[in-house]
């Protein structure tokens, strides 16, 4: 397994304003990825968190909003960008350990965000 | 595109009894398939890991099975205790293996 933090653990923000998560990792990741969790809902995968190069982000999630860097293979930050109400959610982190033929995953205690 | 479906969604039920939770995939072309618990306002817990190859696994008083061919997992845990009290998720592995589709979720309630 892989231990995870992340920081902050939770923020209130203004609207308009950005919010910068980091994600810090105990060993080196080849794979690591950032989550959204609504109020309410399950999971969405936000984007996956490219070491040395741009990330890669899902249907519905772009740059300008969810910037993300990768410095090194134990670090990540995701910055929420010129937030409103509708971003307040549950932000984690997860990495992926391969082992043989499988990848299993894990992850960060979460950020919790709101916006007034 | 993979859709994940969990039931029951809420489950309340006595110390001690077995249980079952759900879990259904649109998508059968799956690699590998994980359960999680998640505690309130908490990050997720990996509970158990089925590799595409396996049909069930086993960790303490959890085992889950893994049917492909019928898109369904199934999560039983014995003799429950309060301290099961979490929502449990399920996620198939798709997109080269790499990425996590979530389910709903099924909250479970576990009472002295």
């Known amino acids: 397994s892989a231990v995870i933090s992340q920081k902050p653990s939770r923020d209130i923000c203004q609207r308009g304003t950005s919010l910068t998560i980091q994600c810090q990792v105990d060993s080196q990741v080849t794979m690591m990825f950032w989550y959204r969790q609504q109020p309410g809902q399950s999971l969405t995968l936000i984007a996956t968190a490219n070491q040395g190069s741009e990330a890669t982000y899902e249907s519905g999630f772009v740059i300008d909003k969810f910037p993300i860097s990768r410095p090194n293979l134990t670090f990540s930050t995701l910055t929420v960008s010129n937030m409103s109400p509708e971003d307040s959610s549950i932000y984690l982190c997860?990495?992926?350990?391969?082992?043989?033929?499988?990848?299993?995953?894990?992850f960060g205690p979460g950020t919790r965000l709101t916006v007034l | 595109k993979q859709e994940v479906t969990q039931i029951p969604a809420a489950l309340s039920v006595p110390e001690g009894e077995n249980l079952v939770l759900n879990c259904s995939f649109t998508?059968?072309?799956?690699?590998?398939l994980q359960w999680f618990r998640q505690d309130p306002g908490k990050g997720l817990t990996s509970l158990l890991l089925?590799?595409?190859?396996?049909r069930e696994q086993t960790s303490g008083r959890l085992n889950a099975s893994l049917d492909k061919s019928s898109g369904r997992s199934t999560l039983y845990i014995a003799a429950s205790q309060p301290g099961d009290s979490a929502t449990y998720l399920c996620?198939?592995?798709?997109?080269?293996?790499?990425?996590?589709?979530f389910g709903t979720g099924t909250q479970l309630k576990v009472e002295l």
């Open positions: 996620a198939p592995f798709t997109g080269g293996g790499n990425k996590l589709t």
């Open positions: 998508d059968s072309a799956i690699y590998n």
């Open positions: 089925i590799q595409s190859s396996q």
């Open positions: 997860s990495v992926g350990l391969a082992g043989g033929s499988y990848n299993e995953q894990f």
